[in-house]
């Protein structure tokens, strides 16, 4: 069957399960978003490119699928390079439509699309041919959600309406579980079985190995921690001692720094999960994961199992129980974590910790929690729970302010029937904000959280600390509440928590559309470590 390039490459992805494209049309991807749309797909316009690549990334962290956006080429695609190399760092399987400038002498729009693409780290593919197009698109789609990868694929504007020939491609994206080696498995259960402290740390790739892990853990004796990417996997669990590193408890870090085996499964071990190297330092890491590069990326680990995180704890629990009997936790591991109550609402200031732990009680348990980036972030990732791994999403991996709206917009267009909750302060609000009207075009069950103490957080407490003038980071913004209900979402401002209370008891579990709440705070309150 004979059809144009656009139409199938819209016929390639809907047939692959993407169903949803975020985006903006201009010239160079006009063509086969009009393609999509015609042939049942759904288009989701934002107001800028950097919103659509950070919505499609959402979309992605919060999914088994890929997160696809589709931008023009030139200035629409040099507006998504910070956006596009936060979704780098972040590992998420992405794909990242575009088309190259017709083939004309000085036209505006000229741009390196690969060289600009290889900047950000992403993946490039051109279509060079409409014979091959099917082809070098369904390579483009493998390669992102083979690889956790965002994918530029540039279909040049001279192709879009070329004949093209074939059938239009399904892919797959289920990824093979890895069953591990022997040699590997017996030096890794070596080090474990003669443990005296262990612990179980999960991570973002440990995907959904719960039950084994928690398995594991008893077997061990071990207690059970995530990374933060995967806060929540343990959620009520005996022996959860949360977060490891420098966001978790301080009680929980004394007792991971006194471990003498981490058993790491799907887990990076960044510093900020080490705390610096504290977890770890007094004894050995196992790491076991899908991806042998991830090994040694951050230190050297005592011993590495490639393996799928639920395979591999299984075949450890069936290897250990023939050996030895379940162990007992080591002393001064806390049967249950601690119970989390609200502070009190008397008083007339708005303290951020009172204030989240307040939000963290009072909002739905089945919420998705996205946070932009900011000095309130450490206040927001201790209190700020979630009840599952991979509920939670941060935009810190580029360090870029700006990027969480835009995201919540991604993950609550994936999750229509959930609560998605986004915290902001309030520099990287204002920068975000517009990503609103699509919210409210959507009607989206979005709460947007504005950490606002009218500065730049990070930058007054840098120059406080520095000996030097902080009102140099302050900043005067318009209201938010009343910038939200300009957008047509509700708004609210509280300077109290009996005001943020009121106004939390009114949202209800799923409010009918996009809700920005401004917490009115002092900078000079906000824990900056």
């Known amino acids: 069957m004979s059809l144009d390039v656009s139409t199938a490459v819209a016929r390639t992805l809907l047939a692959s399960g993407v169903e949803t494209l975020t985006g903006l049309m201009g010239d160079g991807n006009l063509p086969h978003v009009v393609a999509f749309i015609e042939h049942g797909g759904r288009f989701v316009p934002t107001v800028d490119e950097s919103g659509a690549v950070s919505a499609a990334d959402g979309m992605a962290r919060t999914t088994s699928g890929l997160g696809a956006a589709s931008v023009t080429h030139g200035p629409g695609f040099t507006n998504t390079l910070t956006a596009l190399t936060e979704a780098v760092r972040a590992r998420s399987p992405l794909l990242l439509l ?17 060289a600009a693409a290889r900047l950000t780290d992403a993946a490039y593919v051109r279509v060079t041919s409409p014979a091959d197009a099917v082809g070098q698109l369904e390579r483009a789609m493998r390669q992102a959600a083979e690889r956790s990868q965002p994918v530029v694929c540039d279909i040049p504007l001279d192709l879009a309406s070329a004949p093209c020939e074939g059938p239009v491609a399904a892919v797959s994206f289920d990824r093979p579980r890895l069953t591990p080696d022997d040699s590997s498995l017996d030096a890794a259960l070596g080090i474990v079985a003669s443990a005296r ?70 887990a990076s071990l960044n510093r900020f999960t080490t705390a610096d190297g504290l977890v770890g330092s007094r004894g050995a890491v196992v790491q076991v994961d899908s991806d042998a590069d991830a090994f040694g990326r ?97 935009t810190l991996n580029f360090a870029s302010i700006g990027l969480g709206i835009a995201t ?37 069950p979005l709460l947007v959280l504005v950490a606002n103490d009218a500065a730049y957080g990070m930058e007054f407490h840098h120059l406080r600390g520095a000996g030097r003038d902080p009102d140099h980071a302050r900043m005067a913004w318009p209201d938010f509440a009343d910038v939200a209900r300009g957008y047509g979402a509700e708004g609210h401002t509280v300077r109290s928590l009996a005001e943020l209370r009121e106004v939390l008891d009114s949202l209800g579990p799923l409010p009918a559309g996009p809700v920005v709440l401004a917490l009115e705070l002092d900078p000079a309150t906000i824990a900056g470590e």
Request: glycine residues 14%; negative net charge.
């Open 98 to 114: 575009t088309g190259d400038t017709p083939s004309v002498p000085h036209h505006l729009q000229r741009f390196d699309l690969e």
């Open 197 to 266: 402290r262990p612990v179980v740390l999960a991570g973002r790739g440990a995907g959904d190995a719960r039950e084994e892990l928690l398995l594991l853990a008893g077997q061990l004796g071990a207690p059970v921690a995530t990374t933060l990417l995967a806060k929540g996997m343990f959620a009520g669990e005996s022996g959860d001692l949360g977060v490891a590193g420098t966001v978790g408890r301080t009680e929980s870090l004394r007792l991971l720094a006194e471990s003498d085996c981490v058993v790491a499964f799907g």
């Open 298 to 394: 951050y230190g050297t680990p005592s011993a590495t199992v490639v393996g799928d995180a639920g395979i591999t704890a299984g075949r450890m629990r069936a290897l250990l129980a023939e050996s030895a009997p379940a162990a007992p936790y080591w002393p001064g591991v806390p049967a249950a974590p601690p119970e989390r109550v609200a502070d009190s609402e008397e008083g007339s200031g708005l303290d951020l910790t009172a204030a989240l732990r307040l939000v963290d009680t009072a909002l739905p348990v089945d919420r998705l929690v996205v946070s932009d980036t900011g000095r309130f972030v450490y206040t927001a990732w201790r209190e700020l729970n979630v009840a599952a791994a991979g509920d939670f999403v941060h």
């Open 408 to 444: 919540g917009v991604g993950v609550s267009l994936a999750h229509r029937d959930r609560l998605t909750l986004v915290v902001a302060g309030d520099g990287g609000a204002m920068m975000g904000l517009g990503e609103l009207a699509t919210a409210v075009r959507e009607r989206l």
